[in-house]
């Protein structure tokens, strides 16, 4: 957490490695302090929200039966959004 505390100070943006060697605690406290909410979906035991963080997303996995966070997984493919494609209405082209 000292990390993270000399992170927010700085303001500094995290690459996606740097992302990634965080503690789950880390990563999720930076989420939620420099992430941009996009959309969430269903899946048969999850829900999942996809935010954007600076050049790359990440999925928080909830759990429905549990009430937790399984997992934060991160991408800068977007290919990986694909899943997200339908939940996108494109009206005004």
Known sequence: MIYLSLVKQLAYMLTLYEYNQLS??????YLWNHGR???NRS????RVN????HSYYIEVWYND??????????FSSSNQL???LSLFEITDL
């Open 24 to 29: 789950l605690d880390d990563k999720a406290s």
């Open 37 to 39: 909410y996009l959309v």
């Open 43 to 46: 899946t048969s035991s999850h």
């Open 50 to 53: 996809l935010y954007s963080l």
């Open 65 to 74: 039966q549990s009430n937790e966070i399984d997992q934060l997984r991160s």
């Open 82 to 84: 694909t899943p997200y």
